[in-house]
């Protein structure tokens, strides 16, 4: 588990922020967990904002994130200039900054227009997230990778484009990656018309092109690993505000990612199971700077695991899930292969019987895992 830095109050932008996260977790965590830091507006207004941020990588933290179009006022977004500035530090620190990207201008923009047209649609919300305002916002990043020579990733891509921006970056030799999650990998804008402010996310589900696109990106290693954007408003009533625009942007989605990318990338033959692997463990692994002790079962490694019963399926149910807010636009659907344990460092922490009953290990067994590699670019 990567938590990132806004999903508290405070964020993690400073030391002190980072402890008092830290004290609510660890006598909760059952399994081993990692902190983001990150540069908000909030926090560059400080003059020592360089100081904290030395100070959360120095507490190991595993990359930096920032927005290029932020909804919270906890954390806001960069301009780029700004951004540029959090790039040149983080390559001086050796980290990786992880960043939202979508064109601030441009949605904010489309979004004034519609909403003053008293227009109110998942697809006017849709339209108000366009594929070209997320394929600007990776564009000038890679512009920003290739001046500052930081490592850069594009969290939660949604647009095909935006993959191919990112795989020329690549061949060029930039030190540009991303990460895509389930919803863009299953949904497109008609499940959006069905679900509604359910499958309501930012950047928002696409098209059916752009849907295959991302599955090929990963298949092929265009797309360097599959994350979550866990991000669980309180159900139902920040999903039910009566407006698309102020309804709760987000969805529940660790518990299913390892279900769902094997049930339907794995089994149905879209990626190898070598594959699976790297998206879900040695790849980010390696990018929080861990691969040393996670994300391989080698001789000197943590042995963390997950046992699947490959003859076993199940359909996902909202209701039977673990989160404290169970909703999930994958409602109903048919998996392939069941999770019966789970071990971390040799230990098992989840146990699924024969009937279905379940077993959990102690809240606190999990650690702080901090930062080991810096990276060079």
């Not at 179009?69 to 900054?97: K, Y």
């Not at 290739?146 to 484009?161: F, L, Q």
Request: net charge negative.
């Amino acid at each position: 588990m990567v938590d990132m830095p806004c999903t508290s109050l405070p964020p993690v932008t400073s030391r002190a922020n980072l402890l008092a996260k830290l004290s609510v977790i660890e006598p909760k965590a059952h399994v081993d967990f990692m902190l983001w830091g990150g540069v908000s507006a909030n926090a560059m207004q400080e003059a020592d904002w360089v100081a904290n941020l030395e100070d959360v990588v120095s507490e190991g933290v595993g990359a930096i994130k920032v927005y290029m179009l932020s909804g919270m006022d906890t954390f806001r977004d960069l301009d780029v200039p700004h951004i540029e500035a959090v790039l040149r530090e983080a390559r001086r620190l050796g980290i990786p900054v992880g960043v939202h990207a979508e064109n601030r201008s441009m949605v904010l923009a489309i979004t004034e227009r519609l909403i003053a047209e008293g227009r109110n649609h998942p697809l006017d919300y849709a339209a108000s997230r366009p594929a070209a305002a997320e394929v600007s916002a990776v564009a000038q990043l890679r512009d920003l990778c290739r001046h500052t020579g930081a490592r850069v990733h594009v969290v939660h891509v949604g647009s095909g484009e935006a993959v191919d921006v990112i795989a020329a970056a690549r061949d060029e030799g930039l030190a540009l990656s991303g990460e895509t999650c389930p919803h863009f990998l299953e949904f497109t804008q008609e499940d959006l018309v069905a679900q509604g402010a359910l499958l309501k996310t930012a950047p928002v589900v696409k098209s059916g092109t752009d849907r295959g696109r991302l599955w090929q990106g990963i298949a092929e290693g265009e797309i360097q690993h599959v994350a979550t954007d866990h991000a669980a408003g309180q159900w139902p009533d920040e999903k039910h505000t009566g407006s698309i625009w102020t309804d709760y942007g987000g969805v529940p989605g660790v518990e299913l990612l390892l279900p769902y990318l094997y049930s339907e990338g794995y089994r149905k033959g879209r990626i190898t199971l070598d594959r699976l692997v790297d998206l879900l463990a040695t790849a980010p692994a390696s990018f929080f700077g861990i691969g040393s002790r996670k994300g391989s079962l080698a001789p000197g490694f943590d042995a963390d695991l997950s046992v699947i019963d490959e003859d076993g399926s199940w359909t996902v149910r909202a209701a039977e899930t673990h989160n404290l807010n169970r909703y999930t636009p994958l409602e109903g659907r048919r998996l392939s292969g069941r999770i019966t344990a789970t071990f971390v460092r040799g230990t098992r922490v989840y146990s699924r019987g024969v009937a279905g009953a379940e077993s959990f290990g102690p809240a606190g067994f999990g650690r702080r895992i901090r930062r080991e590699t810096r990276v060079d670019v």
